[in-house]
């Protein structure tokens, strides 16, 4: 069988890959996925309580078996994961296999995946909503001169700032590959209200931000979303699951 990822280009050093992928609410889009899903993928998929987000949830970890396996040239329902004692999933490199890194996000009918060589790289997408709680919430997991600028914005302005801030946040920590509940708080962001936030440090170590980079992507209409990775960061290009576009660079570094 042919699958959407099959022109894809080479993975290079230095090169993030941002695959994205829409989520349909079809049955007869998760059945030739589910089997090649592991048994505790299924297991996990089973205590979903409904319908759409079993469908998605095997849609999501079956697209990414099936881009990961064909970085790696083996069968989909050959690859091992397991994870990290902060609960961050990672691939269990076969003999020859390349030293794959990943980290994948959904939200609503949106699954993205960043894959690079070599070094950790995490990715967050949010399907952007009203948050009549936004200001509690960054009162809980932003820095207080990050909340006190909240406080500054309203309505649209305010949700909007709110949802960039996170997925920035969230693709950060998960790159450091540690717990997202105990570290979102920990990660600072100077914020600009015209630039996007800059990193400042994470747990008081201002060294972590010039040894990261975190770049806003252009989401589809209605999401946020943001990688993050270790210097140096050669290049970022889409990759896209149903369209088979030719990757195209987003971002590029000198």
């Given at each position: 069988?042919?699958?959407?990822?099959?022109?894809?280009?080479?993975?290079?050093?230095?090169?993030?890959?941002?695959?994205?992928a829409?989520?349909?609410?079809?049955?007869?889009?998760?059945p030739?996925?589910?089997?090649?899903?592991?048994?505790?993928?299924?297991?996990?998929?089973?205590?979903?309580?409904?319908?759409?987000?079993?469908?998605?949830?095997?849609?999501?970890?079956?697209?990414?078996?099936?881009?990961?396996?064909?970085?790696?040239?083996?069968?989909?329902?050959a690859?091992?994961?397991?994870?990290?004692?902060?609960?961050?999933?990672y691939?269990?490199?076969?003999?020859?296999?390349?030293?794959?890194?990943f980290?994948?996000?959904?939200?609503?009918?949106?699954?993205?995946?960043?894959?690079?060589?070599?070094?950790?790289?995490?990715?967050?997408?949010?399907?952007?909503?009203d948050?009549?709680?936004?200001?509690?919430?960054?009162?809980?997991?932003f820095?207080?001169?990050?909340s006190?600028?909240?406080?500054?914005?309203?309505?649209a302005?305010?949700?909007?700032?709110?949802?960039?801030?996170?997925?920035?946040?969230?693709?950060?920590?998960?790159?450091?590959g540690?717990?997202?509940?105990?570290?979102?708080?920990?990660?600072?962001?100077?914020?600009?209200?015209?630039?996007?936030?800059?990193?400042?440090?994470w747990?008081?170590?201002r060294?972590?931000?010039?040894?990261?980079?975190?770049?806003?992507?252009?989401?589809?209409?209605?999401?946020?979303?943001?990688?993050?990775?270790?210097?140096?960061?050669?290049?970022?290009t889409?990759?896209?699951?149903?369209?088979?576009?030719?990757?195209?660079?987003?971002?590029?570094?000198?």
């Amino acid at each position: 069988m042919t699958h959407p990822c099959t022109n894809r280009p080479a993975l290079s050093s230095g090169e993030i890959h941002v695959w994205t992928a829409r989520l349909v609410d079809d049955d007869h889009a998760a059945p030739d996925l589910l089997r090649i899903l592991s048994q505790e993928e299924r297991a996990r998929a089973t205590l979903l309580s409904f319908e759409r987000d079993r469908r998605r949830f095997i849609q999501a970890h079956g697209i990414v078996r099936r881009i990961l396996a064909h970085y790696c040239d083996v069968d989909a329902v050959a690859l091992t994961f397991a994870r990290n004692r902060h609960g961050k999933p990672y691939l269990i490199q076969s003999m020859n296999a390349p030293n794959l890194q990943f980290s994948v996000s959904h939200s609503g009918n949106r699954c993205m995946l960043a894959v690079r060589l070599d070094h950790s790289v995490g990715i967050d997408v949010e399907r952007v909503h009203d948050m009549p709680r936004a200001m509690p919430v960054a009162q809980s997991y932003f820095k207080p001169a990050e909340s006190r600028f909240f406080a500054t914005l309203q309505g649209a302005a305010r949700r909007d700032a709110f949802f960039v801030l996170w997925t920035l946040k969230e693709a950060m920590v998960k790159g450091l590959g540690v717990s997202l509940a105990a570290n979102l708080a920990r990660v600072e962001f100077d914020l600009d209200p015209i630039a996007t936030p800059r990193l400042v440090a994470w747990a008081g170590d201002r060294t972590v931000a010039q040894r990261w980079s975190i770049l806003r992507l252009d989401a589809a209409p209605g999401y946020v979303a943001a990688v993050a990775s270790v210097h140096p960061i050669r290049s970022v290009t889409w990759q896209n699951w149903t369209a088979l576009i030719d990757a195209a660079p987003i971002f590029s570094t000198r």
